[in-house]
């Protein structure tokens, strides 16, 4: 099946070239010029990946992807003009399952873009661990894709789906931020920790009692995070 | 300064007490010296004239004559001799003094009694054919001078002090916003660049304000400087993305091209790298000047680490860890020191026909550290060029032994730079048996 992305990036130049290399990486693409008209296109055509730049005219790229998290957990890259933190951060923050800094290079971004197809396909199909994993008032339907905090569901993103079913693999075992990024984000070594931070800090806002003081999934400082075991 | 200060104050306060007590203690001993002689005339013609009345006896005379208590009267008469008191007599008198007295010459002489200093007065008695000795001790005066002496040291000691106290205080007073304009001085060349003078301190206020409007103006430049270059590099980054892009799309494409257009796809495509490269080394650096480069300080064994990086990792070098550093660990930003392993390993290739050996070694003498090496079997670096090559946009050893554009850049100096942030230190030194040596030295975690 081929895999859709929505380009949504304002430079026409970067558009058509990234355009002509994801489509030899074997993608369609579709194309957006404006958050605005991306939001649209989005609403009309659902696709498979979305690629938003953070430096729009009219609503930003934080913002775009705020407004596409309402009603969907398709996977986000944000592409960022700059790498520094506040950044990358903002982009996490608003929603998007990685990011990347331009200049992008077009075979880095189609590995990430793979990388984040096949966690996304990992739910879709059987073959979970396990049928059924519960803590506290947390109850975890791998197979489904469904978290329930105290009967009632919650809505997790697949990056923070796949992040909580990896750690409550093995509750009580120090996953490091590398393990994560390996086996969550599907990176190589070099991955930036702190995409596991900030997907740590929403999967805490969701299914914590209190995020500031979390029961569940833990710190353990210098070393990674943790399910607390039962 | 407060201790020369008073050294200099002890010095001139002794150096006053020392010359009051030796003025003070000449004029009061020429005075009682003149008193005493006025004194021996007048007790001389009252004694000659009380001999000249006689059956009055002599001692009655000595006993009624005036004078102070300590003094001694002394009397040649007649052949013979009498004394007011047991302790002076005749045999007492300087011999010199009582011979020219003897002979009709008045005269006065100091000497020694008993440890004490005393003065003789000798007046001629020529009517009655003898002589008036009047002895006067100088004991008392002496223990006068003594307690003026000790009491002129004891002001000048306590005089010192004071001032020493007082001029601690007023150097402190004076030197403050000195030593406070220093300390601020030395905070900015380390970077603290918003670091400024309290410009409410009234004794400050003058310094403060051009002090503060000169870091004003420094700290413009410098962030000036620094987002010149960082804008560079952003602006560089979109064209740069639009090329990176097209240019892959065109090298995928390699096989239905010509062959002049395959040349021309691969020098466009290694060129385009390199550029890539340079921009990111361009925007990091800026990022280090301008001190944003926030870190995030990972845990890691640095063999581990540096066998994953990049051109380490590609090439499958092997990084051997020496005895003394096994296992060695160090905190890092991972992405960064991959960085910093790449470039070394870029330029031994690049310069040095290649890597010859990585390996993690002890710091030597240095505990607390650990060392990376990289070397090859190149033609090394001559001592000369060992700190420029760490400077940004150096050339390569021998300038241009290179056929391609490559490697003037910041490659070393981002070594450098990053290192440096990690509180470690780079250096260059020769291989054994030749080539060159690039030792990254950092502090490593306990284990």
New interface residues.
């Given amino acids: 099946m081929v895999t859709s992305i929505l380009l949504i990036e304002d430079?026409d130049?970067?558009r058509?070239?990234?355009r002509?290399?994801l489509e030899?990486e074997g993608y369609t693409v579709h194309e957006a010029a404006s958050g605005e008209s991306g939001l649209a296109a989005f609403a009309e055509r659902p696709v498979g990946v979305v690629l938003i730049d953070v430096l729009l005219p009219g609503i930003d790229g934080f913002d775009v992807c705020r407004r596409l998290r309402q009603d969907s957990d398709v996977p986000i890259v944000m592409v960022t003009?700059?790498d520094?933190?506040q950044d990358v951060i903002a982009g996490l923050e608003a929603g998007a399952d990685d990011y990347l800094a331009?200049?992008?290079?077009?075979?880095v971004l189609a590995a990430r873009i793979r990388a984040l197809l096949r966690r996304a396909k990992a739910f879709a199909g059987p073959g979970s661990r396990r049928a059924r994993l519960a803590f506290g008032q947390v109850e975890v339907l791998p197979d489904d894709g469904v978290v329930r905090v105290a009967g009632d569901e919650v809505h997790l993103t697949k990056t923070e789906f796949r992040l909580l079913v990896e750690l409550a693999s093995t509750p009580g075992r120090v996953f490091s931020?590398e393990q994560l990024l390996e086996t969550v984000w599907g990176y190589?070594?070099?991955g930036?920790?702190?995409i596991v931070d900030v997907h740590v800090r929403r999967l805490r806002v969701k299914i914590e009692p209190d995020p500031a003081a979390p029961r569940h999934v833990l710190t353990v400082r210098?070393r990674g995070y943790k399910l607390a075991g039962s | 300064v407060t201790a020369s200060f008073a050294t200099g104050a002890l010095l001139l306060s002794m150096a006053l007490a020392l010359l009051t007590h030796g003025l003070a203690s000449s004029y009061l001993v020429r005075q009682r010296e003149a008193s005493t002689v006025r004194q021996a005339a007048v007790n001389a013609r009252l004694v000659q004239s009380a001999l000249r009345q006689p059956g009055l006896p002599v001692l009655a005379t000595l006993a009624s004559l005036e004078g102070p208590a300590e003094s001694d009267q002394v009397i040649a008469w007649n052949g013979g001799w009498a004394s007011s008191s047991v302790e002076v007599g005749p045999k007492q008198l300087p011999d010199g003094l009582r011979q020219q007295v003897l002979d009709g010459r008045a005269g006065r002489q100091r000497f020694e009694l008993d440890g004490e200093s005393r003065l003789a007065v000798g007046v001629p008695l020529p009517e009655v054919r003898g002589a008036y000795f009047e002895v006067f001790s100088f004991a008392e005066l002496e223990a006068t001078l003594r307690t003026l002496l000790a009491s002129v040291l004891a002001a000048g000691v306590v005089t010192t002090v004071a001032g020493a106290l007082v001029g601690r205080w007023a150097s402190r007073a004076a030197l403050r916003p000195l030593t406070e304009a220093s300390a601020a001085a030395a905070a900015i060349a380390g970077g603290r660049l918003d670091t400024r003078l309290p410009p409410d301190d009234a004794s400050l206020a003058e310094l403060a304000k051009s002090f503060n409007a000169m870091v004003d103006a420094l700290q413009t430049r410098i962030q000036r400087d620094a987002r010149f270059a960082s804008d560079v590099g952003?602006e560089?980054?979109?064209?740069?993305?639009?090329?990176?892009?097209?240019t892959?799309?065109l090298a995928?494409r390699r096989d239905e091209l010509s062959e002049r257009g395959r040349r021309a796809v691969d020098l466009l495509s290694a060129e385009v790298a390199h550029f890539?490269r340079l921009?990111?080394d361009l925007?990091e650096i800026s990022?280090a000047d301008a001190g944003?480069l926030?870190l995030?300080l990972?845990?890691v064994r640095l063999a581990e680490l540096a066998v994953?990086?990049g051109p380490v990792a590609r090439a499958r070098l092997r990084v051997a860890e020496s005895p003394g550093a096994e296992g060695a660990r160090v905190r890092v930003d991972?992405?960064r020191f991959?960085q910093v392993v790449a470039n070394l390993v870029n330029n031994a290739v690049r310069h040095g026909g290649g890597v010859d050996r990585v390996a993690v070694e002890p710091a030597g003498d240095r505990p607390g550290r650990v060392r990376l090496v990289v070397e090859d079997r190149g033609p090394g670096v001559p001592e000369t060029e060992r700190e420029r090559i760490f400077e940004r946009f150096s050339r390569g050893v021998g300038g241009g032994d290179r056929g391609l554009s490559e490697g003037a850049g910041l490659g070393l100096a981002l070594v450098h730079e990053h290192v440096r942030v990690h509180g470690g230190t780079t250096w260059v030194e020769d291989r054994e048996g030749g080539g060159a040596r690039f030792v990254v030295e950092l502090p490593s975690v306990p284990p």
């Fill in positions: 430079d130049r970067i058509s070239a990234l002509l290399a030899d003009a700059r520094e933190s331009k200049p992008v290079n077009a075979k931020r190589d070594y070099f930036d920790g702190r210098g | 952003h560089l980054r979109s064209p740069l993305t639009t090329l990176a892009a097209t892959e799309v995928g890539q921009v990111e925007l990022r944003t926030d995030v990972e845990e994953r990086s991972k992405r991959e």
